[in-house]
């Protein structure tokens, strides 16, 4: 059976595009894969967090993972640091990553820019990706077209690993959506939508209040144009919407833009779709959020069923890297 991994960093509260170009793919895949999800809290201490804070964060996002439809008697699902082969690992990788490659990541660079304190975290971050994603034997990655670069990385090093020391890892493949990988801010709708993205009016938030979603949506950037086009150049918060709209109802953007004609009518049926979209999700919470015990039940168990797939294969990746095995 194919095995799918991925996860997602407490960084901040969820938003539309991680739910349309990652959270939706991750539940579909449960009905065809072998499914391991996870909070990568480790990932998360690349930028400075309040302690309290990170823990309910890191706590809330499995809640809201449950909400949207990980079902944990089909999929894996824990948090990243309650397995420590991810930590082991990940130093595997560095050492195995150049200095250059790291350097060459435009997620490093963007995120290094905007910083006042840039971490070596978040500099080696790739590296730790790859470690979470090798320690599983992980065929597929559903992931959103902004980690596109660094899952290309990680094959680069799952390949040098093996030429270097023996077959040890599988190459993953990327699994990127071809609608909703890439949600943009719909105040600028050329850069992508973030969770830690200080823009409130052009991010959505997955438990925000209803009607604020549909007035940030009815807000939302356009042109000064008035035809309804899909052309992410030309009309990128036009687009936007279109790309939106699509990943909530499954019908091309291209086939959605010759239904209307207005950018009101467009603007309205996207608020439609998205509350209608997020309304199950937020009720599910709500029930989740009443039962803090029965998550951790789950994350506990999933840390086992994670530990029992990730040892073995840590333990390959340290024989065969020369490291010697304690008597
Ligand atoms: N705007 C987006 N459109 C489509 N997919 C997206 N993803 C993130 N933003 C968009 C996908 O969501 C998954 C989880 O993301 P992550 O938490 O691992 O980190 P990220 O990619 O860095 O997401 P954010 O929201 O931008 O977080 P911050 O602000 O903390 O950096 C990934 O599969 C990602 O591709």
């Not at 938030?205 to 899909?230: G, N, P, Y």
């Not at 039962?291 to 530990?307: F, H, V, Y």
């Not at 024989?319 to 304690?326: A, E, F, R, V």
Request: negative net charge.
């Amino acid at each position: 059976m194919t095995r799918v991994f991925s996860g997602i960093k407490p960084t901040g509260p969820v938003q539309l595009g991680n739910l349309l170009g990652a959270l939706r793919h991750w539940v579909s895949d449960q009905d065809e894969a072998d499914t391991i999800f996870c909070v990568v809290d480790l990932h998360a201490l690349t930028v400075p967090q309040d302690p309290a804070e990170l823990r309910t964060r890191t706590l809330e996002l499995a809640q809201l993972l449950l909400a949207i439809g990980i079902d944990p008697a089909r999929s894996t699902l824990f948090i990243q640091s309650h397995v420590r082969e991810h930590a082991e690992l990940s130093w595997l990788m560095e050492c195995n990553a150049s200095f250059g490659e790291l350097r060459r990541m435009t997620q490093f660079k963007d995120k290094s820019d905007q910083a006042e304190f840039v971490s070596a975290g978040l500099f080696t971050y790739p590296a730790l990706m790859a470690a979470d994603i090798l320690l599983y034997d992980t065929d597929r990655v559903p992931v959103g077209d902004d980690q596109r670069q660094h899952l290309e990385l990680s094959r680069d090093l799952a390949i040098r690993f093996n030429s270097r020391y023996g077959d040890t890892f599988i190459v993953p493949e990327a699994a990127i959506a071809k609608v909703g990988a890439r949600v943009m801010d719909l105040q600028h709708p050329t850069k992508k939508m973030s969770k830690s993205e200080d823009s409130p009016q052009g991010t959505i938030l997955v438990l925000e209040d209803l009607d604020a979603v549909a007035k940030k949506i009815k807000r939302a950037v356009t042109d000064t144009e008035t035809d309804v086009r899909f052309d992410t150049a030309e009309k990128p918060g036009v687009s936007n919407l279109l790309a939106i709209l699509s990943a909530c109802t499954g019908t091309t953007p291209e086939t959605l833009a010759e239904s209307y004609t207005r950018y009101g009518d467009l603007k309205s049926a996207v608020a439609e779709a998205v509350v209608e979209t997020l309304r199950p999700i937020q009720e599910r919470f709500a029930e989740l959020a009443a039962d803090p015990s029965g998550t951790a039940a789950i994350l506990a168990s999933g840390a086992e069923k994670a530990q029992a797939i990730a040892g073995p294969v840590l333990e390959r990746a340290r024989t065969n890297i020369g490291l010697l095995p304690q008597s």
